[in-house]
């Protein structure tokens, strides 16, 4: 059984900053990319920053560009999400989303998701 355990998160102000890490843990063969996804009340979830693991790029947001850093320990199947500059518009649950393939080969690949993390911007 494959797991995304996040970690981080919070309340900060606004400028603030926050890390939040996301590992993937379980039977993996191979991790193909790990992003952050966040989502408010009432509103679709959107793609916050996604890490393409076998090629260490990244992709941002538009609204997020310049402020999140997303970095890989491929290694360890671990992203994580350096927020600064946050701003109230930033508050949302964030969620940890992962394409991988299970097991000892390439039969198995699923997507996953994490539980959730609150992340809050105020002052």
């Known amino acids: 059984q494959v797991q995304l355990v996040e970690s981080g998160g919070g309340l900060v102000q606004p400028g603030g900053s926050l890390s939040l890490t996301c590992a993937a843990v379980g039977s993996i063969f191979r991790v193909i990319d790990m992003a952050w996804f966040r989502q408010v009340p009432g509103e679709q979830r959107e793609m916050v920053a996604r890490m393409l693991m076998s090629a260490n790029t990244a992709n941002y947001a538009d609204s997020v560009k310049g402020r999140f850093t997303i970095s890989a320990d491929r290694a360890a199947n671990t992203v994580h999400l350096q927020m600064n500059n946050l701003e109230p518009e930033d508050t949302a649950v964030y969620y940890c989303?992962?394409?991988?393939?299970?097991?000892?080969?390439?039969?198995?690949?699923?997507?996953?998701w994490g539980q959730g993390t609150q992340v809050t911007v105020s002052s």
């Open positions: 989303n992962s394409h991988l393939f299970t097991g000892t080969g390439w039969s198995s690949g699923n997507e996953y």
